[in-house]
Nanobody, 127 residues
């Protein structure tokens, strides 16, 4: 059974930083495109960042503007999202996700192409 578990969310002030972690079991993420999405009530999930299998490339949503960094440790089967310069617009539930094995990260911002999802971790940024 595939399981993704996010952690590291919390409540911070604008300008502060958070590091999200996604632990994975049941698959070896080195063979998967993995990503972070976020969602606020009433809106669709929005792609934040993705990293292709074997860490061959990293991809970011337009709004990231150099503030976030996605990475992963394939040996630990864990991916990370380092977020700096947080603003209230970054508030939302953050999810980690993975596509099918060996499916590349093309069109990664489309959430429907991801088949494995975690339960999410809440990030709240106050001004």
């Amino acid at each position: 059974q595939v399981r993704l578990v996010e952690s590291g969310g919390g409540s911070v002030q604008a300008g502060e930083s958070l590091r999200l972690t996604c632990g994975t079991s049941g698959i070896s993420i080195s063979w998967y495109c993995t990503a972070w999405f976020r969602q606020v009530p009433g809106k669709e999930r929005e792609g934040v960042a993705a990293i292709d299998f074997a860490g061959s490339q990293t991809l970011y949503g337009w709004f990231v503007k150099g503030r976030f960094a996605v990475s992963r440790d394939d040996d630990q089967n864990t991916q990370y999202l380092e977020m700096t310069g947080l603003t209230p617009d970054d508030t939302g539930m953050y999810f980690c996700a993975a596509k099918g094995e060996s499916v590349p990260c093309m069109e990664w911002e489309d959430a429907k192409d991801f088949i494995y999802w975690g339960q999410g971790t809440q990030v709240t940024v106050s001004s």
